[in-house]
């Protein structure tokens, strides 16, 4: 079995009926449990319940990062192999990982305020994060103003890859710089720097959750991108006859 069977609409829309209930459900248990368990921990001797924060900051910013890698990686596989689906499931991606960027810079905020002293501060990373946020809205924009869905799809594609950089640098943007108010990872294996097991396992299902609620929203929204092509083309195809 290849891969490559599910670029066919029709083994597509057989295969992801079939995850999506299961895959709703758990990410249903998995957010939930992980929000509940999350805030019912104790607060952090240094940054008090504020610190709770970090169980929908972190996983929003994670997704928001990953969902534009794997917006990218769609992408690719339509300039190089031209596979409808592909274009599509990056399309429907888009809207989930702007959401996924507000939240992130909204709880960025919150958090920010009592522990810096400000709401927003031009850190490289919270900057990079602006931008990523700017890409996306971009990105959606440009497939809703150009109507022939093969030339939206190469453009928002090459697009996709140009805003790579700024996912790249939204990741990675404390280790380039020194400078910022950004702390670190917030989860790290180096000795000393370990976040607290109290807060790390909740927080590991938080994330889980929030990629089960991606997978989710990703199926639903790719489903009705494919039946969208397929009204688009009988409609086509009755103008003709």
């Not at 952090?44 to 969902?67: C, E, R, W």
């Amino acid at each position: 079995m290849s891969i490559w069977e599910y670029a066919n609409p029709v083994k597509f829309m057989r295969t992801s009926g079939a995850i999506l209930p299961w895959a709703a459900g758990a990410a249903a248990i998995c957010t939930t449990g992980g929000l509940l368990w999350g805030f019912l921990t104790p607060e952090d001797y240094k940054q008090g319940s504020t610190v709770k924060i970090v169980f929908l900051h972190v996983p929003a910013a994670m997704m928001a990062i990953n969902i534009w890698v794997m917006m990218l990686a769609a992408s690719l596989i339509w300039l190089i192999r031209r596979h409808h689906v592909s274009a599509l499931a990056a399309k429907a991606a888009a809207p989930v990982g702007a959401v996924m960027t507000l939240i992130a810079l909204a709880t960025g905020a919150v958090w920010g305020q009592p522990m810096w002293g400000t709401w927003w501060e031009w850190d490289p990373r919270l900057t990079s994060f602006l931008i990523l946020l700017l890409f996306y809205i971009g990105y959606m924009a440009l497939w809703s103003a150009i109507d022939d869905p093969d030339s939206a799809a190469d453009l928002t594609g090459v697009l996709c890859l140009v805003g790579s950089v700024f996912a790249i640098l939204s990741r990675y943007a404390v280790l380039f710089w020194n400078q910022g108010l950004h702390q670190g990872a917030s989860l790290s294996v180096a000795p000393g720097e370990r976040m607290s097991a109290v807060y790390r396992y909740p927080l590991y299902l938080t994330m889980l959750g929030f990629f089960l609620l991606f997978l989710t929203l990703l199926l639903i929204r790719t489903r009705t991108e494919i039946r969208r092509r397929r009204l688009a083309a009988l409609q086509a195809r009755e103008m003709r006859a």
